[in-house]
């Protein structure tokens, strides 16, 4: 299904750029389909991996008695998510060493580079969501609560290779990494807009 799906979207696309005015702009309802039943399993393999590292897995944490050891322990683990970025980094570099797309300049070869560098563009963005957004958040844990971090950071690290990896297989399979590591965000952004609220609250 997935061959065919890309099979049809090259036919798809070819046939609007050769000027088909009735060629519709939107995506076909199969496409949506698959993100949205890749997404819905991700969030599903999401929580229930959640609740078993929260719950039943005793993951380990140094003491963190103050709100400043806490941020700190959180901003220490940032290290491992930006290795997803590193990596970025190098496939882009080394791409562009062995390839045409070695001269930026003319941009003869920058298609070599396309995945790559849309990678890095959506790690970057998602980085800087989920590395602000754990830093506040530690700030409102608790000593015990404070396991959660690393289990934002092996979400995100697990997202961003499933991207790389399913951006590569087909467009279609890179909505695994992204709901990986964008939905923890927004829920953890959820529960600091509510400790903010509730903090506003007289």
Known sequence: MQRKLDIQRKDFYQSRSSGNKKVSESSRPEERWVIARNSLLTAFGLTSTYYVLYFMYP?????LSTPADRMVFTLRLQSLSCITL??????????????????????????????????????????????????????????????VIPILVLFFAFGRVAFFFGYRRSYLQRSVGFVSTFIPSIIMWLVIIGHILSDLMP
Do not use: W
């Open 86 to 147: 590193i990596c970025g980094i190098l496939y882009v570099a080394l791409t562009r060493l062995h390839t045409t797309a070695i001269d930026p300049i003319e941009g003869h070869g920058e298609h070599h580079v396309v995945l790559g560098v849309r990678y890095l563009t959506n790690t970057m963005e998602q980085l800087f969501v989920s590395m602000v957004g754990q830093l506040v958040l530690s700030t409102y844990l608790t000593e015990a609560q404070m396991k």
């Open 59 to 63: 993951v380990p944490v140094p003491p």
